[in-house]
């Protein structure tokens, strides 16, 4: 199974708004509504943002967003702030239920 | 709110077996499926397998051949094994909850992912 697309690297300025995209096949993102984005900050362990494509666990910010298109799903920070600088990182459910990651965003706060 | 630990060897010798075991607490392992993940030095993140509670697994193809997950209800405990490890094989290891299925009729069927409550994660090297 081939890692999902992910650009390696974004940024904004603060209360911008920027978008990470993570392209897949119709055998991941394509197939299923089961994306998930992570947020990891250096030396941490990743913190789930966004399950199945749009859906925010409780704790969340609403600044936070997922959504997607065919074979890529987005998401979406607004109103940038310096904490929200860190890696981010997309996984699909695939159509041999395994588990496949993005290679991962860096997102610079400017 | 249930806390994961990863414990086990930091080095591991070149073509030996890499062990390691999650100690799950605050909570029952029962009812859910457990992943591990890992990350290179300054790479991204890896999926290596899950297991459900019932003993039912999934690889990575790209590790299936190397790769053993397994659990221990009594001590609620998740374990990993990586047979004849190089290099390439340093990482953190995290072991991780996945909250991804669902139930039809009694019978729980592995439907997507996400990883809700995560550990710290271990760091093994390979070396000689």
């Known amino acids: 199974q081939s890692a999902l697309t992910q650009p390696a690297s974004v940024s904004g300025s603060p209360g911008q708004s920027i978008t990470i995209s993570c392209t897949g096949s119709s055998s991941d993102v394509g197939g299923y509504n089961y994306v998930s984005w992570y947020q990891q900050h250096p030396g941490k362990a990743p913190k789930l943002m966004i399950y199945d494509v749009t859906n925010r666990p409780s704790g969340v910010s609403n600044r936070f967003s997922g959504s997607k298109s065919g074979n890529t799903a987005s998401l979406t920070i607004s109103g940038l702030q310096p904490e929200d600088e860190a890696d981010y990182y997309c996984?699909?459910?695939?159509?041999?239920?395994?588990?496949?990651f993005g290679g991962g965003t860096k997102l610079t706060v400017l | 709110q249930e806390q994961l630990q990863e414990s086990g060897p930091g080095l591991v010798k070149p073509s030996e077996t890499l062990s390691l075991t999650c100690n799950v607490s605050?909570?029952?392992?029962?009812?859910?499926?457990w992943t591990w993940i890992r990350q290179p030095p300054g790479k991204g993140l890896e999926w290596i397998g899950y297991i459900h509670y019932t003993g039912g697994t999934n690889y990575n193809p790209s590790l299936k051949s190397r790769v053993t997950i397994s659990l221990d209800t009594s001590k609620n405990q998740i374990s990993l094994k990586l047979t004849s490890v190089t290099a390439a094989d340093t990482a953190v290891y995290y072991c991780a909850r996945d909250l991804g299925f669902t139930r039809v009729r009694g019978v729980v069927i592995k439907l997507g992912t996400y990883f809700d409550y995560w550990g710290q994660g271990t760091l093994v090297t390979v070396s000689s």
């Open positions: 996984t699909s459910f695939t159509t041999i239920s395994t588990v496949v």
């Open positions: 605050g909570g029952s392992i029962n009812s859910y499926y």
